[in-house]
């Protein structure tokens, strides 16, 4: 069955530039979630999406991130006037929601700020 | 404050050489912990969830258990295509945490 997808899986882009990546979650799933990796890392959470709820955006680093959700099913993550300190694999997934807590990730696109 | 603390951050082992990786926790109200494996460049996959203390999960050469305060993932008799990143994570009431990992490299 299909998973959770992301694209594209790697950007490079030139400091001050903005970005969006994209993630399809897996169909059904209410709840999305947005993660940071640096090289080495663990995983930083960003911003979760819940059905219709307001998001939660406890994670996000600064206010040039913002992610959207559109139709409860896709998402963009958006980073304005990037900085080579964003540069990491941006994680997205995806849950079942209710009492079920798995998190099925997508690939991740890497992104490269030089 | 919740927290998750993977040990140890790296573990190389002989093929067929037994270990196992440590998952600590300190959260309030748990309501899962979950291992995933990450493989270089890929995404987590998701490996198991634990519940309630006591309970215990296998896969093919991996185990993982569960007590009140970590958990550990055991792997018996590991080959090659085991190495890869194991984390760890834990639901709790408000959050999910996830630990830092550990990078097991299986030599032939």
């Known amino acids: 069955g299909a998973g959770v997808s992301q694209s594209p899986s790697n950007k490079v882009t030139e400091k001050g530039k903005d970005v969006e990546l994209r993630c399809d979650p897996i169909s059904g799933h209410t709840a999305l979630y947005w993660y940071r990796q640096s090289l080495g890392q663990g995983l930083e959470f960003l911003i979760y999406f819940q059905g219709n709820s307001a998001p939660d955006k406890s994670g996000l680093p600064s206010d040039r991130f913002s992610a959207e959700r559109t139709g409860g099913s896709v998402s963009t993550l958006t980073i304005q006037r990037t900085q080579q300190e964003d540069s990491a694999v941006y994680l997205c997934a995806s849950r079942r929601g209710g009492s079920s807590y798995e998190q099925y990730f997508g690939p991740g696109t890497r992104l490269t700020v030089t | 404050e919740d927290q998750v603390t993977q040990s140890p951050e790296a573990l190389r082992l002989q093929e067929g050489e037994s270990s196992s990786l440590n998952c600590s926790y300190t959260v309030s109200g748990l309501r899962g912990l979950f291992w995933y494996r990450q493989d270089p460049g890929k995404g987590p996959e998701f490996l198991f969830t634990?519940?309630?203390a006591g309970e215990e999960k296998e896969k093919e050469r991996l185990k993982a258990t569960l007590t009140k305060k970590e958990s550990f993932l055991h792997i018996t008799a590991p080959k090659p295509e085991d190495s890869a990143t194991y984390l760890c994570?834990?639901?709790?009431?408000?959050?999910?945490?996830f630990g830092a990992g550990t990078r097991l490299t299986v030599k032939p």
């Open positions: 634990l519940y309630s």
């Open positions: 994570a834990v639901q709790a009431d408000n959050d999910m945490r």
